[in-house]
């Protein structure tokens, strides 16, 4: 592993989720060897210290993919964000950015799977109440603003219960610096 560039080290899982994403078979079973072999390469990167992240904290929420769709009240992704901030603010998970203009950084989102759940469309997972965790983040301070000028990145990924071994569901989040 000395050998490996951190930087292709860190693009190796998204291209195999895309590749996963992309795969045509008659069954899961290739998309999720790929989404496993991702999962493995940024486990091996973090114990090897190539990405290690900032803030991690887990929360016990459900990550939904807003299938249903958001409509036009606002009331209810209102409601959302105000609980997030809550649960946040509940674990001490307050960030006070020290600096006027903080370096940019990326963010990996992941919907820890309870036990009964089902794997969402990847392409549905970064829908729903997504966008309230990170205005939620925004609000605790983990970053003054949630444009691209903070967040290059925001990548979503779903763990499945034989890794979690939940019992209620969960989301992990992960802010990393960005390598330019």
Not at 15 to 23: N, S, T
Not at 61 to 74: C, E, P, S, V, Y
Request: proline content about 5%; aromatic content about 8%.
């Amino acid at each position: 592993m000395s050998n490996i560039d951190a930087k292709k080290l860190a693009l190796m899982p998204s291209a195999l989720r895309i590749l996963a994403d992309d795969i045509q078979s008659p069954d899961d079973i290739p998309a999720m060897c790929l989404r496993d072999a991702a999962d493995m390469i940024e486990a091996l990167a973090l114990n090897a210290g190539y990405c290690k992240p900032r803030y991690t904290i887990e929360l016990e929420m459900n990550l939904i993919n807003g299938n249903d769709g958001r409509g036009h009240a606002w009331y209810r992704t209102a409601k959302w964000r105000k609980d997030i901030e809550e649960l946040l603010r509940a674990g001490n998970h307050v960030c006070f950015v020290l600096v006027d203009h903080p370096p940019p950084i990326w963010l990996r989102i992941s919907r820890l799977m309870a036990k009964g759940q089902r794997y969402y469309d990847e392409g549905t997972l970064g829908r729903g109440n997504s966008k309230e965790l990170i205005d939620s983040l925004k609000a605790c301070g983990w970053f003054p603003d949630d444009s691209r000028e903070y967040i290059r990145r925001v990548e979503f990924r779903q763990l499945h219960q034989s890794i979690t071994k939940r019992e209620k569901p969960g989301v992990l989040i992960e802010m990393f610096d960005w390598i330019e």
